[in-house]
């Protein structure tokens, strides 16, 4: 490249170039280059660059050499010496445009900034740099507090919503309890007001017959005593002792006050169990003989074991073991019976319903295939541990289809009609036992053979709180 094609170049270029040869002679400037070292641009070609600045001529040399071999900029400092006495530094960057040749030494582009207008320009950027990283931590502290702010209302959405879902299915049980106690106090109270009234009234009954059979037994007496003192009787009396069948009158008299007396103390035993049955109001614990309570409610419930145009009776079967007395709301677990019984009864008639109705076919048809199982309903009790009794009420109904067995505890799950089920009954049931004597509630079903409620109650439910 010679000096002139240099000076075409770096004419239109804003910066301070410098064309030198190796040796430090100066070869051709732009303007700015010129201005920079107070030099006009015609005397630059004249010069040395030793002689226009400071650094000693060992280290120029040195420069000038690694920059005559260095395709890259080569950084140094030059200080220039102006002709009003006043010096100036540089940063100069200088690279190689013609390598070193036979002809010629090498030719080096130099490239001067004047060191206080750069450092300025430096202090600027690095202002300018600190500014934009202050402002992206900025952006990066408020993204973060942005994101942070988000996932606390995430929370405290999922919190809330948590906090509605509890009280919502506690309203919903709180509701099914109000539901329940209410339709159970008032069955309670019907049961102990009917209880009241028969007893009064089997009182009487009771009361007399012994006086009835004593007063018999003496007027009997009194017409043996005619018969012997007066064995001739008038035509008319003789004939009404045939007619009326005196002697087997005597006989059955006997009979007929002990099956009055049978049929008293029977209805004195249905009394007591509904008495039994409608503590379901109490709200006390009691130490009680659980099967006591299963044998009352079954009493209350014997109208449905019966059996029905539509359906043959339910068989009841009792395994009762040898269990202590419970301390436990004794109403409340006569209430969880009769649910889980109630339910199993609803089973039996619609498993019964299903088998044989929907075929019109029923259990007396010869068909063996339809042979019927009957239905039943097996009660069991018997101790699990020591510290607790386990009560098993089992039918061979139709069982529970996997699809509903997690919901069965759920307030108002009902698969039965309207107006049949509220889908009160074994989510009640679910917190007398678990909640209200710390114990257990659990199903077994298997699809077409029947289902097998289990509970599991501590013998003195005061020692589980
Ligand atoms: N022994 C059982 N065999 C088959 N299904 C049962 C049995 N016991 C309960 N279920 C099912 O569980 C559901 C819920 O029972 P739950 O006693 O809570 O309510 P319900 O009997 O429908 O109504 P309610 O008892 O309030 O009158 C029933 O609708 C029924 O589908
Ligand atoms: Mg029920």
Redesign the pocket.
Known sequence: MTPEQFLEFARVLPEPLLMVNSDGQLLAGNQPAATLLGLGRQELKQRMLFDLVTEPTNDLVKYLQACSISRAMVIGTLTIRKNDGQTLVCRSQGAVIQPLSPESSALILLRLENRAIASSNFVLLNKKLDELSKEIQKRKQAETALSKANEELEIRVQERTKALTETLNELQLTQAQLI?AEKMSSLGQMVAGIAHEVNNAINFVYGNLYYAQKYLEELLELIKLYQNHLPNNPPEIKNKIEVMDFDFIIQDCDRIFESMMTGTKRIQEIVLSLRNFSRLDEADIKEVDIHQGIDSTLMILQHRFQSTNERPEIQVIKEYSLIPQITCYSGKLNQVFM??L???I??LE?SYKYRYSSANKFPESKNQELTIESLKIKIKTELFDEKSIKIS?Q?N????DEK?SS?????F????PVG??????????YDIIVKKHGGEIS?L?TLEK??E?VIKIPINCLNQY
Request: charged share 20%; no cysteine; aromatic share 10%.
């Open positions: 329940q649910n889980i109630n339910n199993a609803d089973a619609d009420i039918d109904g139709l069982g529970i509903v919901k069965l505890f759920d307030p799950f009902t698969t039965k049949k089920g509220t889908g009160l009954g074994l989510s009640i049931s199903f079903s029947g289902t409620f």
